[in-house]
C-alpha cells in the first residue's frame, strides 16, 4: 500500500537542484563524454582522408604548402623558447608535414603525438634525429606532470574539446613553461566561410566538429586557465593557392599586411601564446 507522505517526499528529493559537489560530477562526465565522442569522430575523419588524399590538409596540396610549413615551423619554435635538453610536446601532428620542420627549428627534441597510430608513423619519413613521434590523446596524455618546456601544435586546438583539454595540457607543462599555437582566425572570410558554410568545409575535408578561433576570446580562454602573458596575433597572407613565382612577392606583402591595423585582423591564422607560471615559492616561517 502506497504512502502519499513518502512519495510526496520521494518527489519533492528528485525536484531539489543538484547540490555544488553533485553538479560537479555529472559536468566533469558530460566533459568527458564529449571528449570522447569527438576525439572518435576526428579519428574515423583524419583516418579517411589520409586514405584517400596526399596530405591531410588541403592547404598542404597546393603550391605555397612548403612555405607556410617552414613558416609555421619558425614561428612555433620561437614561440617555444625551448633549448638543447629541453623536450616540446608536438599535438595533433598528422603525418609530420610541420613536425619535421619544427624539429629542424629547434635544438630541443620533440615528442610529436596524434591520435591515430595509423597516421603517426607517417612521421618517421625523413625525421630528424631530434623528433620521436607516438600514438596518444591529447585529452589522455601518458606522460608526468610537468614533463614538457613547451607545448605547442599547427591547426590543431580547433579540432579539440577546450575545455577538456587544455587542463592536461597544462598539466604536463612545465612551471614557466609555453603554450603555442597555430591556429586559424574567425575573422579571415574564407575561414568564416568555411566554418558557416558546410559544404565548402566538406569540399576541403574540414572534419564535422572543427572550428575557428577570434583571437580575444581565445585569450580570455587561456587567461581563466591561469595562464600570463597571454597573446593571439594574426599573421598569414600567404593564400595556399598562390603561385609558385609569385610566392616571394606574396609573403613580403604579407609581412606588411600583418602590421596594417585593422587589416592585419582578417589574417588566416593567429599565433596563441601563453606562459604557465612559475610554482610560488613558499617562505619558511621567521
Not at 619554435?77 to 610541420?98: F, H, M, N, R, W
Not at 577546450?162 to 604536463?172: G, I, S
Request: include cysteine; aromatic fraction near 4%; proline fraction near 7%.
Amino acid at each position: 500500500m502506497s504512502h502519499p507522505e513518502s512519495t510526496d517526499g520521494s518527489r519533492r528529493q528528485r525536484d531539489q537542484p543538484l547540490d555544488a559537489a553533485s553538479r560537479s560530477v555529472v559536468d566533469t562526465k558530460a566533459v568527458e563524454s564529449d571528449r570522447v565522442g569527438r576525439t572518435e569522430r576526428e579519428r574515423r575523419h583524419f583516418e579517411h582522408v589520409a586514405a584517400t588524399q596526399s596530405e591531410l590538409y588541403w592547404a598542404d596540396r597546393m603550391p605555397a604548402a612548403s612555405r607556410r610549413q617552414a613558416q609555421r615551423a619558425r614561428l612555433l619554435a620561437d614561440g617555444a623558447e625551448a633549448s638543447q635538453g629541453d623536450l616540446i610536446l608536438d599535438i595533433g601532428c598528422g603525418t609530420g608535414a610541420y613536425s619535421r620542420p619544427l624539429a629542424s627549428s629547434t635544438d630541443a627534441t620533440v615528442v610529436a603525438i596524434d591520435l591515430s597510430a595509423e597516421i603517426v608513423r607517417g612521421v618517421l619519413q625523413d625525421a630528424p634525429a631530434n623528433l620521436t613521434p607516438a600514438a596518444a590523446d591529447a585529452g589522455r596524455l601518458p606522460f608526468p606532470d610537468g614533463t614538457f618546456a613547451a607545448v605547442v601544435g599547427n591547426g590543431v586546438l580547433h579540432h579539440l574539446p577546450l575545455d577538456a583539454v587544455l587542463p592536461e595540457l597544462l598539466r604536463v607543462l612545465r612551471p614557466g613553461g609555453l603554450l603555442c599555437f597555430a591556429e586559424p582566425n574567425l575573422l579571415n572570410p574564407q575561414v568564416f566561410v568555411e566554418r558557416r558554410v558546410k559544404w565548402i568545409g566538406r569540399l576541403l575535408d574540414n572534419s564535422p566538429d572543427e572550428t575557428a578561433f577570434v583571437r580575444w576570446r581565445i585569450c580570455e580562454t587561456l587567461g581563466r586557465l591561469g595562464l600570463v602573458e597571454v597573446s593571439a596575433r594574426p599573421f598569414d597572407f600567404l593564400y595556399p593557392l598562390t603561385p609558385r613565382p609569385l610566392l616571394g612577392a606574396m609573403e613580403r606583402l604579407g609581412r606588411v599586411l600583418e602590421r596594417t591595423p585593422l587589416l592585419r585582423e582578417i589574417a588566416g591564422s593567429l599565433l596563441i601564446r601563453g606562459r604557465k607560471p612559475e610554482e610560488r615559492v613558499a617562505q619558511n616561517a621567521s
